[in-house]
């Protein structure tokens, strides 16, 4: 019997940036887990041609335009199953919690950011984004066959909900900030953005990413922006307690960024920021529920 390889599959409305094709993935050096990254396009409109002799006017109600999606298939190739029970068994404990399904949806999806950050470094270009699994139209954990995940199908799959189910942690998380709210705000000029929360957003996709000499410069000066921008700017002791404790902790993110400059971070001080992203975040979050 051929072995068998889990996977996870992600279909996006539209481009993400990536071309059609299979990509070997490994860690740095070539020596870590091997996976498979596999693109393809599907159902592209036809290219607009680039000469029109004449305009041609619109409908006031003309149907929208056909969008093509994206499917991204994760393939886990670095440990393949043996049987068929084997894989069943790895798809039933994927899908058993909601906890183990968002880790193997966010396993796949770093595979696909990861392509994504490489395209861009690779392309100079500043406008190929990251992705997140709420942004899928679909999502789906199963397994196949070596020839039949590398064309995207399987032998067995599952659809969830990448979004999250009523208890997601990101979707408390989401509702608590009232993101939409905070939209409106910025975009009528009744409040700002503050160059700490961009930094900030940076620090922790450069973390989640494995990113972790990217995330401790970033960190460093988002810090530094936070202790100014929001000294002082709540009247709570929890949040005077959180600002103390960065500005006491100050130089370990300096320390962790001037290693960074030299090469990659030790576990020790990628906990370190780890912690420091984390109640900088809490800080954010605080202010945002506490304003209302």
Known sequence: MAPLFGFVQF????????????????????????HVLVVEILGAPPPIPRRRRRQRA????????????????AVLAAEPFESTAEAERWLEDSLATEEHTEARLAEGLGLVNRALH??????????????????????????GSGEEVAAGRFTAARHVDARGGPRSRRRRREEELRPQERVAAVLAGREGVDACETLLLRARADLDAGRRREAALQLRVALEAMLVELS???ADPRHEED?????????????????????DLDDERERCVHELIEIAERVLRRRRVLRG
Do not use: C, K, W
Not at 11 to 32: K, M, N
Not at 118 to 141: K, S, Y
Not at 243 to 258: F, G, H, P
């Open 11 to 34: 279909e996006f409305a539209g481009s993400l940036g990536l071309p059609d094709g299979r990509y070997l993935a490994r860690g740095q050096g070539g020596t870590h887990d091997q």
């Open 118 to 143: 490489a395209r861009a470094v690779a392309g100079a270009d500043p406008h190929i984004a990251e992705t997140g699994v709420e942004r899928a139209v679909l999502a789906r954990i199963g397994y």
């Open 58 to 73: 619109e409908q006031r109600e003309a149907e929208p335009a056909p969008l093509q999606l994206t499917r991204v298939t």
């Open 232 to 234: 002082g700017a709540l």
């Open 243 to 263: 600002m103390a404790t960065l500005e006491t902790r100050r130089s370990e993110a300096s320390q962790a960024a001037n290693l960074a400059l030299r090469g």
